[in-house]
């Protein structure tokens, strides 16, 4: 393994990671359109919240599918190929889901916008649980083939523990937009929001047990790396009781949220660690794909790794200062409050 | 062996599918784009509260296309690792690098910018604001530059070398790859062609819309100098395109001479020297037999063909594709042995490279006559309402171009995937079931109607209501959603 491969590895971990703190939240606030949301004023302040935003958040995603392809086209092929429909439920949410904010904001009558924000509100819950379904199947073992072809059956990617991926990472998505709302909005949504938070934070540590238990069944993440595994778990815990603490008991805003993020960001952290330096995991061993395996040429590397030097800082730059311009604290009902 | 079929044509026809809805999109956005931000430094530099109004109008549709854009952008990001994983393993080193490249030095920046141009009419000066709307579009502009990169590594590849212990091309000269005498063919003809989209769409809806107007309504004006901008930028567009498309056909016939001799019609070699004139005939009509591939029927023009191919009035030789056909089962029977055939499907790329030759010369008249009869002094344009209809009609003549445009660059590109390297029927994923792609094809082809539907409806509402509409509104005081929180708080 080159020292090239590894940053490229950590990249694309980086890369998700940036995206579901990112977008995390953009999921978590579509999710309110239907769970928190009451009137329009509401739904009109759920969209201004992210409007100027959600767009950029969504291209970390395609920039680390796009990573995958450049760094690793070996593991790409057989991920995308192999997790052919949940990819393609993913897919098709993300396209419905990107319409329908332009679409809202366009309809003549109030029933048009609400029937798009209705589709926001539930491709904002199958998004992030695909992809969690996806993340733990890629890591509990597939049955891939020599040639690194996996035809993942029904049963291969429907199992307990991909099924609480799915709902644990829809679940910290929603929490972390509720903590948004807070941030972002102020009138009753907030107060909603807290109201939610105060169930949500126990169910969510609860739903993180049964997650770490079962990640010891269905994975050798536990067996193998012990002491790094169980130390992130950790982590993951004090991570959401602290938020839990600070948020319903302290009223605080910007910590909850980052530690919201922060957990969304550790549950990939811990994919990835447990993955190294495999990148997808097979039934048999002898087929599991790795990072040697499957990664590019050194030559393509070293470009792509000039041109990330040169192009992400500038791009962390301007989407930094785009969240400093909208920084303001949106007011929905002016007169309620 | 059957099945293998089945998803092979399965695949291609979403990639066919998927990649000609997405090309109705891109250019309508990136070429509004150019429009709105045109007509926002109008505003910035004569301080004329119409061309904030234009830009922000225009820039509702932009919108609408854009949104539409990204996410049918967003399956071409993906769809090479679910349908074409074979591809993607082989020529994932290169490809694979200019798509990422893509995603992180334009897709960022259109993305940041389009919210912040979209959310902040009011908050910044107008000589900053315009900033974003210029972003975004170079933005989307450079994009199109990343994505034409890999594709004509596709039609033209260089700048590799294949490793036979990875069983893959790898990437050797990344300059190479931006050198590529294809692209710079291929990126400045996709670009100008944005512009005629937008010239036209702009122009055609405006038409429509003074068709409804009644005499005297303050829009009149709004409209036709709507008109006048979108035509210029469309003449541009137009004029790049004909530059553009010219040398792009000269230099295929070294490149990719089938694509060329099947656009052009030509089955059996002419040879200028062996004919009475010493010239090529051009086919304006031509029918092949898709099975024999031979010519059974055509009208020629003498001269054209020398004009077009060889710059000058007599003289050249065009290769046709019997010829071409031995020529290649030659060069690679035996390295692709199980290539059947290397014909292209020639009566397509024959009427769709004269849809885009006849329908950019005709747009450009029109807009000549147009721009004639909009002139400041004439009421012209507004007495000849047929000519309204023609120039509204006309929205869909530069879509139609973009589609044939499309089918010629890939189907002429038949029966390789990247020429010369990987045949189409390597590429494919092995592991894809029919039923997989059969799913994702149908619902991909309902999920376009209803977005495109809602997309050309939405457009058409804004244009009926007007530029005014939200001033009207204020006036009227009927908040459209002021009853809804009234009623749900109650």
Redesign the interface.
Known sequence: MSTLEIVWFVLIGILWAGFFFLEGFDFGIGMQFVLNARDQKDRDALYQAIGPNWDANEVWLVTAGGAMFAAFPFWYASLFSGFYLMLFIVLLSLIYRGVSFEFREQMPTIQGTQLWERLIALTSFLVPFFLGMIFTAMVSGTPIDAQGNLSAGFFDYVTPFTLVGGVAVSLMSYVHGLNYTRLRIDGPLRKRAMTQLKYLYPILLAGEALFAVLLFFYTDFIQTKTILILILLLTLVLTTVIGWVLAVKKQQEIVPFILSGLALIEVVVLLFAGLFPRVMVANNPLHTLKIVTTSSSAYTLKVMTIVVLIALPITLGYQIWSFWVFRKRIVSHKVVE | MVTLVGILDLARFQFAMTTIFHFFFVPMSIGLGVVVSVMETLYVIKKDEMYKKMAQFWG?IF??S???G???G??Q??Q????W??Y??Y???????L???????A???E??????W???WD?FKPGVHVLFIWITTIGSAISSLWILAANSFMQNPVGYAI?NHMG?A???S?GALLKNKQLWVQFPHVVVGTLVTAGFLVAGMSAFKLLNLKKGDSQILFFRKSINIALIIGMIGIAGALVTGDRHAFDLQSMQPMKYAAMEGVDETIKSSDRKDKAQPWSLISVTNPDTHKVIAKIEIPYVLSILGHHSLTGGDTVGTTELEKQFQKKYGKTHGDIKNYYVPENTLFYAFRVMAVGAGGLLMLAVVALWMNRKKSQLILTQRWFLWILGICIYVPFAINTAGWLVTELGRYPWVVYGLMPISDAV?????VA?LL??NI?YFL?FAV?GG??VW?AR??LH?GPYAEEEAQLSQSD??SH??EG??A
């Open positions: 509702k919108l609408l854009f949104a539409v990204v996410v049918t967003l399956i990001e993906f090479f690792g679910m349908n994983s074979a993607s393993r020529v994932g080193d290169i490809f694979g690098s798509l990422a490249i893509e995603a992180l030095v897709f960022f920046a993305s940041t910018f389009i919210g912040l979209s959310f902040t908050r490793d893959r790898q990437l050797v990344f994923s092995p592991n894809v079931s997989s799913i994702s619902i999920t977005i809602v997309m939405l509402r804004t209501a459209p959603y809804l929180s749900s708080e």
